[in-house]
């Protein structure tokens, strides 16, 4: 029997979680301006126009919720944890190949599988940015302008946000894939949640369209 003064273990580890502010925040715009000319059409409307406008809010809203809202991307010390729209796909760190940034930021697993992280979007406008910085920082620091006591030697170099979660998640698959508890095979699950409103939606949507 435990002892009730003893506290509880503490989680072995916690998950970190990385997704994207920019796409949520348009997310939430676009389901509060879909919501209001859906709900104003289905209340104001006439004939079959209310009906559409509800078929139309079911189709559409899973869908922004499903690209916006949906995405993030869970790790931990024994997996990685992948929401993307449609789908949410578990892989144990041994499973993890390579994780790679290009114009998208991919995961490869061992078996050939690649997975789109939707939650750490690439912004080539981020890198640019980051690369003006460094070169900056690097200008401030040359011996012959006297700029390099203002900066940190031990400083990481500057990256994009995105890029800067991709290395992080490369650290932690490297530190772990050999770890008794990151043993595994990946898991995908399709996320019937999502998929089964939007296809109700857009099969009412063609039944009223073909109707009127």
């Given at each position: 029997m435990s002892d009730p003064q003893k506290p509880e273990a503490e989680p072995a580890y916690q998950d970190r979680t990385f997704r994207s502010p920019a796409g949520i925040a348009g997310g939430v715009l676009l389901l509060a301006l879909g919501a209001w000319l859906g709900i104003d059409a289905a209340i104001r409307g006439e004939g079959r126009t209310p009906w559409l406008a509800l078929a139309g809010l079911l189709f559409a809203v899973p869908l922004v919720v499903a690209f916006t809202v949906r995405p993030v991307v869970y790790a931990n010390d024994d997996r990685l944890r992948i929401r993307n729209p449609f789908r949410t796909i578990t892989l144990p760190w041994a499973s993890v190949a390579?994780?790679?940034?290009g114009y998208s930021n991919e995961v490869l697993t061992n078996a050939g599988a690649k997975f789109q992280l939707w939650a750490i979007p690439v912004s080539l406008r981020g890198r640019k940015k980051a690369a003006r910085r460094q070169s900056q920082a690097a200008a401030s620091g040359d011996p012959t302008t006297g700029g390099r006591r203002f900066l940190d030697p031990s400083a990481?170099?500057?990256?994009?946000?995105?890029d800067q979660s991709m290395d992080e998640?490369?650290?932690?698959?490297?530190?772990?894939?050999?770890?008794?508890?990151?043993?595994?095979?990946p898991v995908v699950r399709w996320a019937y949640e999502v998929v089964v409103p939007c296809v109700v939606g857009a099969v009412l949507l063609v039944v009223l369209l073909a109707v009127s």
């Open positions: 390579t994780l790679r940034s990481p170099p500057t990256r994009a946000a995105g998640l490369r650290d932690l698959s490297e530190q772990r894939a050999d770890a008794e508890s990151a043993q595994g095979e």
